[in-house]
């Protein structure tokens, strides 16, 4: 099992930045890939960024690129979520997620932290 815990969020003004963290534990020498996904009110949810565990690779989700950046603390098993220029549209709430495989659905999730971006 992996458990997965978010921090870092809050209430911030546009154009502001915040940095959520995410403290992986348990089985996380089986983690593959690791994601950030959000959902707001009244929307699906949707992955934003995605890495890698080691790190190498990422991807992100087109509203989000050039402004977001994830990244990994290997020795501390910490997943970062830098967000910058923030922007109403990103108030959510911001989970981090892991899985074992290549490809699949994420498997362990963490509980959330809710980023409310004032305009």
């Known amino acids: 099992q992996v458990q997965l815990v978010e921090s870092g969020g809050g209430l911030v003004q546009a154009g502001g930045s915040l940095r959520l963290s995410c403290a992986a534990s348990g089985r996380t020498s089986t983690i593959v890939r690791i994601a950030w996904f959000r959902q707001a009110p009244g929307k699906e949810r949707e992955r934003v960024a995605a890495?890698?565990?080691?790190?190498?690779?990422?991807a992100y989700a087109d509203p989000v690129k050039g402004r977001f950046a994830i990244s990994k603390d290997n020795a501390k098993n910490m997943v970062y979520l830098q967000i910058n220029s923030l922007k109403p549209e990103d108030t959510a709430v911001y989970f981090c997620a892991a899985r074992r495989n290549i490809v699949g659905n994420y498997e362990y999730w963490g509980q959330g932290t809710q980023v409310t971006v004032s305009s």
């Open positions: 890495s890698t565990w080691t790190g190498e690779l990422t």
